[in-house]
């Protein structure tokens, strides 16, 4: 049964490690390529990336609408490029 991001958020919330996992498999490919887009440096983006998981697993309680994962994850991965890029100095 393929649950969508919704129920997946919602069993995150819950604390079903499972959820997260399927939520990272989801969204990993996305998340390195839209700090990749911004860095071009595969590493840097797939750091940005699992950083940016991490957090949001912190603050899932924070995400009011679960469908809105993916954007709300992406959101903060561009943030955390752009910020990477700015302090490359």
């Keep these: 049964l393929m649950r969508n991001t919704q ?13 997260i ?3 990272v498999d989801k969204y990993q490919l996305a998340a390195i390529t839209t700090a990749w887009a911004i860095t071009r440096d595969f590493h ?8 940016c998981f991490v957090a949001a697993f912190r603050r899932l309680g924070s995400l009011k609408a679960n469908a809105a994962f993916g954007r709300w994850l992406l959101i903060s991965v561009r943030r955390a490029a752009i910020h990477a890029q700015k302090n490359q100095v």
């Design 7 to 19: 129920e997946l958020v919602e069993a995150a919330k819950a604390g079903e490690s499972d959820a």
């Design 21 to 23: 996992a399927a939520l």
């Design 44 to 51: 840097e983006a797939q750091d940005i990336s699992q950083e």
